[in-house]
């Protein structure tokens, strides 16, 4: 039975406004009730107190204008009212500065605590990089697993290297990207070579027989090989250098990807000029192969400083540019080249920058300077002799230099200006 | 007294400014004394540093006992000779439960005081329900006759004011 009802009924008992069987049921509930009992005595005292009230006097019913406070009495609260209202607005404002200086505080404690983090961030990105780089090295292809992980063989390592060499990348953009330190890059690449030595590790000494086997079946013969680099030297370009040379042959060597040493990201060491492993070939065609590619090397080193030395020689014959200048370095305008023999040159100037000096040279030393787009450019040093017919002059070459791109000299023999 | 307080500060001076004197009026029996107290009750008021829960049953409060307490101050007891008086501080060391102690009498005189205040405040109808039922002591079924109203809208109607009268001196502490 809720509050309302018990109220109703124990008011309706009081008031004599129910029969007699719920005036012995609410009495009932009274003496069994604690709080019906409480309830029925202070309903009885209001009753009782209400009854007496209407029996008194009515009390004055005062004039509506005199139930208000006087003016005074009305500013003095007001006044009062304000102050209390300074002073709440004080110390709210003093409230939300301390509650500032705390947020502050809890904003310096969350930044310290970030900087922790940071710090945590810092100590555990490098492993956490680490990890997924593993990760990534091992298990980044899906092809792996389809091509079938025992099965060794050329492809399974082309695509084990292709997978190490992708996480290359991967390491090379997180690092472009600045995201990890130089310990992360360090971190990386550790768990790069981990991984690597980890998956070869894990191959079985029945698998890294079959792979060397496989090596072994896919190189060349002796005399394939020998073809290929005879071939490789007739075809260099006349431009190449000897290092260019040096690297097309070792290129050649290790490009059919066949190597074990392929399926490693590091490095692997170039091999010697001859781009022939001695431990892959044994035997008779092991030393035919050496001694015919040393020939073919050194034929293909002697075309090379041959074409070298014509290029200089058809530089001299016939430069596109040509300059003389003192010894001080100044330029005395531009030549024309009239003929040249073997450490000489005969020229005569074609035109004067400054007409007021003495136009005929002294006999000296001089620098020419010539300049090809094809050849480059060369400088020659001599002493400058000039010669009865006209205006002509002869020059003997002492020193001659290449200038490179980066304007150094490179000494060339004089014999190479030879044809 | 809260800032939420204050700003309702206004509306509760409003509703009970004029009630309040005439409460006071009531004890004291002087409009000026009456208009001092409750203007003491309401600078009290905004003094409370407290949370002020009922604000019209605190007003009632302190406006009763600042009233009582004025009187005591000035040895001025509402239907009590100077004699009484010094009797009711006399008695008040050594009073019991007794109906007939002049601080019971006292008291009681207050409580009347009280509940004849809240039923001034009522509606002219509601007035007439409590007269009706308590002074001319008519059942429900003849107040229905006089009103027009139903004998259970007559309950419920005088169930709801007594209800609020005894919230009130509840609230106030007038009763338990």
């Given amino acids: 039975m809720n509050e309302d009802k018990m109220e109703e009924r124990i008011l309706a008992y009081l008031v004599g406004e129910c029969d007699e069987e719920e005036a012995f049921e609410v009495e009932k509930m009274c003496r069994e009730n604690a709080l019906w009992q409480a309830e029925k005595i202070r309903y009885g005292q209001i009753l009782g107190l209400l009854e007496e009230s209407i029996n008194q006097p009515d009390p004055e019913s005062l004039p509506e204008k005199e139930t208000k406070l006087t003016e005074n009495q009305r500013n003095e609260i007001k006044s009062l009212l304000a102050v209390k209202s300074l002073t709440l607005q004080k110390n709210e404002d003093e409230n939300s500065k301390e509650n500032k200086n705390e947020m502050k505080e809890n904003v310096m404690t969350e930044k310290e605590e970030k900087d922790e983090k940071n710090s945590k961030v810092i100590y555990w990105a490098p492993l956490a990089a680490a990890a997924v780089a593993a990760m990534i090295a091992y298990w980044g292809s899906p092809e792996k697993e389809a091509g079938g992980a025992t099965v060794a063989s050329t492809s399974t390592v082309e695509q084990k290297q292709s997978e190490l060499n992708s996480s290359h990348i991967d390491e090379k953009t997180l690092s472009g990207k600045e995201t990890f330190s130089a310990e992360t890059e360090i971190a990386l690449q550790d768990a790069i070579a981990d991984s690597a030595n980890e998956t070869l590790a894990l191959r079985t000494a029945s698998e890294i027989k079959e792979l060397e086997q496989a090596n072994i079946e896919n190189l060349p013969s002796g005399k394939e090989l020998a073809a290929k680099i005879t071939n490789r030297s007739l075809s260099i370009d006349k431009n190449n250098s000897l290092a260019q040379l040096e690297a097309n042959v070792s290129e050649d060597s290790v490009s059919s990807d066949s190597s074990l040493a392929a399926a490693f990201s590091l490095p692997v060491p170039l091999p010697a000029p001859a781009g022939l492993q001695p431990e892959a070939i044994s035997g008779e065609d092991s030393s035919k192969i050496k001694s015919k590619a040393e020939t073919n090397f050194s034929k293909a080193i002697e075309k090379s400083t041959t074409e070298s030395s014509n290029r200089w020689y058809s530089l001299i014959k016939g430069p596109q540019e040509s300059f003389v200048f003192n010894e001080k370095g100044d330029s005395l305008g531009k030549i024309q080249i009239l003929e040249s023999t073997p450490g000489k040159i005969q020229f005569k100037r074609t035109n004067w920058p400054n007409q007021n000096r003495n136009f005929t040279l002294e006999t000296g030393a001089y620098e020419i300077r010539l300049s090809q787009e094809q050849a480059g450019t060369l400088i020659l040093k001599g002493n400058v002799i000039r010669l009865e017919e006209g205006n002509k002059y002869e020059f003997k070459i002492t020193e001659a230099w290449e200038l490179d791109k980066e304007e150094k000299r490179n000494p060339v023999p004089i014999e190479d200006l030879n044809p | ?176």
């Fill in chain 2, 1 to 176: 007294m809260s800032t939420e307080q204050i700003e309702e500060f206004a509306k509760h001076f409003e509703q009970l400014e004029s009630p309040l004197i005439a409460y006071a009026c009531q004890i004291l029996k002087n409009l000026e004394d009456a208009r001092d107290q409750v203007q003491e009750a309401f600078k009290r008021m905004i003094k409370e540093e407290q949370f002020i829960e009922n604000p019209k049953a605190w007003l009632y409060r302190t406006t009763r006992n600042l009233s009582i307490s004025h009187i005591r101050k000035h040895q001025r007891m509402q239907k009590e000779g100077e004699e009484k008086q010094l009797d009711f501080f006399a008695s008040k060391l050594d009073s019991g439960d007794d109906p007939n102690s002049p601080v019971e009498k006292l008291e009681r005189s207050e409580k009347i005081n009280r509940v004849a205040h809240f039923v001034s405040l009522l509606p002219e109808d509601s007035k007439d329900l409590i007269k009706m039922k308590f002074d001319k002591k008519l059942s429900y079924r003849e107040i229905s006759n006089e009103t027009g109203l139903t004998e259970g809208n007559v309950g419920y109607k005088l169930h709801h004011l007594l209800q609020g009268l005894a919230d009130d001196l509840k609230a106030e502490g007038i009763t338990s």
